[in-house]
């Protein structure tokens, strides 16, 4: 008489039959515990990268700030909206610390155009370094969604589809424009943060050739380091009845905590910009944190 199979025999015997029916389950098994190490060792990895970035990038704010605490008091501090030149006591100063590693902020408030610029450290720094700076920032850390806000800016210009206009620092994602180019309008987009130029979106000043009807921007503005150049490059780049609108909350004094926002248009500061660089002030636009001023060329 056959003995009956016990319970261990049973599961022997059906391990057998699986592994004959599915033979490929023990080599993915072990590509499973392949993978899982793989994963480990790159969140390892990972997490090395984020300790010796910030540990690096405090030693170098640091380093940086010590030495402008000597220097700033025997410098003479030179307004990037109005050119007003004084020592560092002839301007209020305002005083934060950066949320992204870069150390303390100090900035001036101009007494002949009322803007708020600086820190100083930042705006003495080499665009290639500033250009890096922005991408290990944009590599963490992304901003929140302000596609109807860019669109809102757009349409302030009073736009038409026969014509042709730049959207100057659309973002890496190109989210405004890819929706205002499906509304049927002619935009290029320009952004020096992303790797390499699309056909939509170029990475280098350099790749712009034509000239456009309208320019904008959406809290982009905040970030400019040297207005008075940049706003004289947006006069050669718009056609004759050419307008601009840029947008940005910080015409007021907010967002103070990031090394990135390195100019605040209070007061008279966005009319003097405009003067100095062939513009005019045409329309402004206060809701909120919402605020857009609309500038047409004077000449």
Same mark, same amino acid.
């Given at each position: 008489m056959m003995e009956a199979p016990t319970r261990s025999r049973i599961g022997k015997l059906l391990e057998t039959a699986m592994g004959r029916l599915f033979p490929l389950r023990r080599p993915i098994r072990k590509s499973l515990r392949n993978f899982e190490v793989l994963a480990g060792r790159i969140a390892a990895l990972e997490n090395h990268l984020s300790i010796?970035?910030?540990?690096?990038?405090?030693? !170098?704010?640091?380093?940086?700030?010590?030495?402008? $605490?000597? @220097?700033?008091?025997?410098? #003479?501090?030179?307004?990037?909206?109005?050119?007003?030149?004084?020592?560092?006591?002839?301007?209020?100063?305002?005083?934060?610390?950066?949320?992204?590693?870069?150390?303390?902020?100090?900035?001036?408030?101009?007494?002949?155009?009322?803007?708020? !610029?600086?820190?100083?450290?930042?705006?003495?720094? $080499?665009? @290639?370094?500033?250009?890096? #700076?922005?991408?290990?920032?944009?590599?963490?850390?992304?901003?929140?969604d302000t596609t109807s806000n860019e669109i809102r800016t757009f349409h302030s210009m009073l736009p038409m589809e026969d014509r042709t206009y730049l959207d100057w620092g659309c973002g890496a994602d190109g989210k405004a424009l890819a929706r205002i180019r499906e509304e049927g309008f002619s935009v290029l987009g320009f952004e020096p943060s992303i790797p390499a130029s699309t056909a939509r979106i170029l990475k280098r000043r350099d790749e712009i050739s034509t000239r456009f009807d309208g320019i904008f921007s959406n809290n982009v503005i905040e970030h400019f380091r040297s207005p008075i150049a940049l706003f004289n490059d947006f006069h050669g780049l718009l056609k004759e009845e050419g307008v601009m609108a840029h947008s940005s909350a910080c015409y007021e004094y907010v967002y103070p905590f990031t090394r990135f926002h390195t100019l605040f248009l209070l007061g008279r500061s966005p009319h003097i910009l405009g003067e100095r660089t062939g513009f005019k002030v045409k329309n402004i636009v206060r809701d909120g944190e919402y605020i857009s001023y609309l500038f047409s060329k004077t000449g």
């Open positions: 010796v970035e910030s540990h690096y990038g405090t030693a !170098f704010w640091l380093a940086l700030d010590a030495a402008y $605490d000597i @220097s700033l008091p025997h410098r #003479d501090i030179k307004c990037i909206v109005c050119e007003h030149a004084d020592k560092r006591a002839g301007y209020e100063i305002l005083t934060d610390n950066c949320i992204f590693g870069g150390g303390k902020l100090e900035r001036y408030r101009c007494p002949s155009c009322d803007c708020i !610029f600086g820190a100083q450290k930042y705006l003495d720094l $080499d665009e @290639s370094f500033v250009n890096v #700076d922005y991408q290990l920032l944009y590599a963490r850390y992304s901003e929140g």
